[in-house]
């Protein structure tokens, strides 16, 4: 019997499955297309989704995971398509001078389609990641079994998006690393020593933040969808002067001496 938790790498696995199958049909030229739009959609979509959130959502800062993996979605679909009828074009002007496609052109097609459907697979392992409180909340029991099984599990510590669409939360998550870290070294005279590093951890919200064993929890696995859940923590990120205050730290530098001094083997 299988495991209800598999559901979201049945779903991935079936998609590769397919996306393979397509790159045999259509062969390499058109899958190298496909490759080079799989591959803006990564690169790009973390740049132009805010963009799309600030158009289409009015929002001009981070906002819930919901309209963050929507704005992602939307900027996904529009590189994609744009880049694919591009090169749809180009290759419908090369082709009326080549020959018709061999079983070593399908069969290159089949392989760079199985590389275009790894890509597009983990994109979109990412945003169901990202919406995983959302989806806590309408299936509590996780009975559409979305929120476990090996994707997910690989995405949720090896996401290359969210630190890339989300450079603050990043930094506030190594801000909040420190001020945990300093406590649990008895280090904070490190912490004093960077005032505006001191002074930002002072501050009221992020001493809540602080307090908070759930929060802290997710900070701790770099758990970005669930941080960004957290409605202190976006309006942090919308207020321009706490944002401003934050980058003025090299959080990661002192995060890293600190962990020095909790863990002395740490690198």
């Known amino acids: 019997m299988l495991r209800e938790d598999v ?21 390499a030229l058109r899958q190298i297309v496909r490759i080079i ?11 132009v989704s805010p963009w799309i959130r600030d158009a289409v959502f009015d929002a001009s800062g981070p906002a819930t995971p919901g309209v963050e993996a929507l704005s992602l ?8 398509v744009g880049v694919v009828l591009a090169g749809w074009l180009a290759v419908k002007i090369l082709r009326t001078s080549s020959p018709t496609l061999g079983t070593v052109d ?3 097609g089949a392989g760079l389609g199985g590389m275009k459907g790894l890509i597009l697979v983990y994109f979109a392992v990412v945003l169901v990641v990202l919406i995983e409180t959302p989806l806590t ?19 949720r510590s090896h996401n290359v998006l969210a ?21 649990e070294s008895g280090a904070q005279d490190k912490v004093r020593a960077h005032g505006r590093a001191a002074d930002f951890l002072r501050r009221d919200w992020v001493a809540s933040m602080l307090n908070d064993e759930g929060l802290m929890s997710a900070v701790r696995q770099d758990h970005y969808p669930l941080t960004l859940a957290d409605a202190r923590v976006r309006e942090l ?15 990661e530098t002192l995060r890293a001496d600190l962990e020095s001094l909790v863990d002395p083997d740490a690198t």
């Open 237 to 251: 990120l919308n207020d321009r002067d706490a944002v401003t205050a934050l980058r003025r730290v090299h959080w």
């Open 73 to 80: 979605l939307m900027a996904a679909v529009g590189i994609y």
């Open 163 to 183: 630190p890339w669409q989300f450079p603050d939360l990043r930094r506030l998550h190594d801000a909040l690393m420190c001020g945990a870290l300093a406590a």
């Open 37 to 47: 739009a799989a591959i803006a959609v990564v690169i790009a979509s973390s740049w």
């Open 106 to 108: 399908r069969l290159a």
């Open 7 to 27: 559901t979201l790498d049945l779903i991935a696995g079936f998609v590769w499955l397919v996306l393979v199958a397509l790159g045999w049909r259509s062969g």
């Open 137 to 155: 909340r309408y299936d509590p029991d996780n009975a559409l079994g979305l929120r476990e099984g090996r994707a997910a599990e690989f995405v």
